[in-house]
């Protein structure tokens, strides 16, 4: 997953790169929440977010590094297994959020071309809905291997409700997987169907929101009933 991860993270600088080569020297930089235009920039600023890209997969290089080492030094069989599974998602989770990111970069090139050619005064390519459609996809990935994670500070349902065994556990995070699951459909749904991407985007904040806090409710459910049958 790293590999995969880091090669993609060099694919967006490396076409970037290139593609700069053919754009106008001055391309829109920024659209306010209507998608007009409202600054230009030089065409190099568009290498800032493919350099963002690597620092975050250095990022999720040196976590999933973290997991692996407590896995090799661990001599407990379950805590060994655990790190590594924690490792695993961990590198599915850098993966989503390098090759998202990437395609965002992928379409932002494309949509500063063809403005700065053209000389328009409006964004030609959404990428508010993009990056909306995107997230979605990637709520629904990570939701399927929620319920891969062992207990743990840094990955899933991290209360201490849900962290108080490992039946709290499982469960909170199989409630959590479903739950960020049905947020990620809403968000592609409410994406394609709202004009607004910026009234899109924070309703799919308020999906996500809303899946975290009945997620919370749900896991004190399971802890009371822990506690109440003595486990």
Not at 70 to 99: F, H, P, Q, R
Not at 131 to 147: D, E, P, R, V, W
Request: proline content about 1%; aromatic content about 12%; charged content about 15%.
């Amino acid at each position: 997953m790293k590999k995969i991860m880091w090669l993609i993270s060099f694919v967006s600088l490396v076409g970037t790169a290139i593609v700069l080569q053919f754009m106008p020297g001055s391309v829109p930089m920024h659209y306010d929440v209507v998608g007009n235009i409202d600054r230009w920039g030089s065409k190099y600023e568009n290498l800032i977010f493919p350099i963002i890209i690597l620092i975050m997969s250095l990022f999720w290089t040196l976590f999933i590094g973290y997991f692996d080492k407590k896995a090799m030094k661990t001599s407990d069989e379950k805590e060994s297994a655990g790190a590594k599974s924690n490792a695993k998602v961990l590198g599915i989770v850098g993966l989503c959020m390098a090759t998202m990111f990437t395609v965002m970069q992928g379409f932002i090139l494309y949509g500063s071309y063809t403005e700065a050619v053209s000389g328009a005064d409006r964004q030609s390519v959404d990428i508010g809905k993009i990056s909306c459609i995107l997230m979605g996809m990637i709520f629904i990935i990570l939701g399927n291997f929620m319920t891969k994670t062992r207990i743990n500070g840094t990955l899933g349902v991290r209360v201490s409700w849900s962290m108080y065994n490992d039946n709290t556990w499982r469960k909170s995070n199989r409630f959590g997987a479903i739950a960020i699951m049905i947020a990620g459909v809403l968000t592609i749904m409410t994406a394609v169907i709202m004009k607004s991407s910026f009234g899109a985007t924070m309703i799919a904040l308020g999906y996500i929101i809303l899946a975290s806090i009945v997620t919370v409710v749900y896991a004190h459910k399971v802890y009371n009933i822990e506690i109440a049958e003595g486990r």
